[in-house]
C-alpha cells in the first residue's frame, strides 16, 4: 500500500519561506521521479518542480529561482524549499509519484 504524506504547509507573508516535506512509504522510493505539484482555488493542477531518481532537476518557471526540490531516499522523503514566496504560490500543494499513480492528500500553502 503506498503512502505519501505531506507536511509544512501554512500561512506566511510574501517574502517569506516555507519548506515542504514527503513521506513515502510502501514503495522503493529512490526509483522513482517524484514531483510537487499544486492547485490554487478555481484552477487546474499544475506541476511545480520534479526530481528525478538519478538527482536531476526541473521546475516550472513560475518557480525557477525560488524554489528548490531535493530528496532524501534513506528517509523516503522528497522536500520542497520555498523562498520569497509570493501571493500567487497560494495553494494546495502535493507530492506525487505520477508513474504509479501515487498522490498525498495535499498541503495548504497561503501567502498574504
Known amino acids: 500500500h503506498v503512502q505519501l504524506v505531506e507536511s509544512g504547509g501554512g500561512s506566511v507573508q510574501a517574502g517569506g519561506s516555507l519548506r515542504l516535506s514527503c513521506v513515502a512509504s510502501?514503495?522503493?522510493?529512490?526509483?522513482?521521479?517524484m514531483g510537487w505539484f499544486r492547485q490554487a482555488p478555481g484552477k487546474g493542477r499544475e506541476g511545480v518542480a520534479a526530481?528525478?531518481?538519478?538527482?536531476?532537476?526541473g521546475y516550472a518557471d513560475s518557480v525557477n529561482g525560488r524554489f528548490t526540490i531535493s530528496r532524501d531516499n534513506a528517509k523516503n522523503t522528497l522536500y520542497l524549499q520555498m523562498n520569497s514566496l509570493k501571493p500567487e504560490d497560494t495553494a494546495v500543494y502535493y507530492c506525487?509519484?505520477?508513474?504509479?499513480?501515487?498522490w498525498g492528500q495535499g498541503t495548504q500553502v497561503t501567502v498574504s
Open positions: 506525487a509519484a505520477r508513474s504509479i499513480g501515487a
Open positions: 510502501g514503495i522503493t522510493y529512490s526509483r522513482y521521479c
Open positions: 526530481i528525478d531518481s538519478d538527482g536531476s532537476t
